[in-house]
């Protein structure tokens, strides 16, 4: 676990340079699930961070938990081990480091995190919280596709994450559609998150451009990325691959939302060799609701 400091009331301290950070909150991660989704997410909140020196970011304190079961296979029956009360103690574990507020950069997991809020007072801000509120924040403001809003939005994500219906939920609260791939597409994105990100393979979104394709055909104005793990193979895909549709990334949503919740400034896009803005990719800076017991 790398703990950036905190007081037990979630408050940073004060600067080595003296200035105050009262108002700044230190964010606890519940990592692992999975590893390099877990540090994409950190090199995301620090790039998309407004800062001049080491005390304008974020803080954070990680716990990289690895082992938590995993959490397509309970939800789709093929395993009894329940990620839930794991994911719950790692809540309660962050909070005694002091953090103030707790992010779940994990879109399967979403559907644990009722448990993980009841663990503890500490507001819970979640990957698909913050990136159905991007969309429709984006949708409320200007069209997604070239005729006008968006009616349904595209979701690429693990057969758990499909199965257990929280984007659906969601999106469907906010009069949204959700269109999912059928089965040779979805193989296509279980591979790419299993065999290729996961295993240490890597891979890029090109593998699934005929995915897209079909979404688009069906009527999707965006594509959300709903797992960590194909936020990593877009950010490994050349920008002139990127699929020609507005893309929704649920990694850089919860990023950016983290930062703003933390007290920081979301960083100006002027910097791109900071930023590292891609082509297709949604930019929001919705207010997201925390989740609290």
Same mark, same amino acid.
């Given at each position: 676990m790398? /703990? !950036? @400091? $905190? &007081? =037990? /009331? %979630?408050? +940073? %301290? &004060?600067?080595? +340079? $003296? %200035?105050? &950070? !009262?108002d700044r909150t230190l964010v606890g991660v519940l990592g692992g699930i999975g590893p390099l989704a877990t540090v994409q997410f950190m090199d995301r909140v620090v790039r998309l961070t407004e800062a001049a020196r080491d005390q304008d970011h974020v803080d954070m304190v990680v716990l990289q938990h690895a082992s938590v079961p995993d959490r397509t296979a309970f939800v789709l029956g093929r395993s009894a081990d329940d990620p839930g009360p794991v994911l719950a103690d790692d809540a309660r574990r962050l909070a &005694? +480091? %002091? =953090? @103030? *507020? *707790?992010? *779940?950069?994990?879109?399967? +997991?979403q559907a644990f995190a009722g448990p993980v809020a009841a663990a503890t007072p500490v507001p819970l801000l979640t990957a698909v919280d913050t990136t159905v509120s991007a969309v429709c924040d984006t949708l409320s403001g200007h069209p997604l596709g070239p005729g006008g809003p968006a009616q349904a939005v595209g979701l690429l994500a693990t057969e758990g994450t499909v199965a257990s219906g929280v984007y659906a939920e969601a999106f469907g609260a906010r009069g949204v559609k959700t269109l999912v791939p059928d089965a040779a597409g979805q !193989? =296509?994105?279980t591979a790419l998150i299993y065999d290729g990100v996961k295993a240490g393979r890597g891979g890029d979104l090109t593998a699934l451009a005929a995915v897209v394709a079909d979404l688009r055909s069906r009527g999707a104005g965006a594509v959300v990325l709903g797992c960590t793990e194909l936020s990593v193979a877009a950010q490994a895909t050349p920008a002139d691959r990127l699929p020609g549709v507005p893309l929704v990334d649920s990694l850089d949503a919860l990023a950016r939302a983290t930062v703003l919740r933390a007290g920081g400034r979301l960083r100006v896009p002027d910097r791109p060799e900071l930023a590292r803005p891609r082509r297709g990719v949604l930019r929001s800076r919705a207010r997201v609701p925390v989740r609290t017991r």
């Open positions: 790398s /703990d !950036a @400091g $905190g &007081r =037990a /009331d %979630g408050k +940073a %301290g &004060r600067t080595q +340079a $003296g %200035g105050s &950070r !009262a &005694r +480091a %002091g =953090a @103030g *507020l *707790l992010v *779940l950069p994990c879109n399967t +997991a !193989a =296509a994105v």
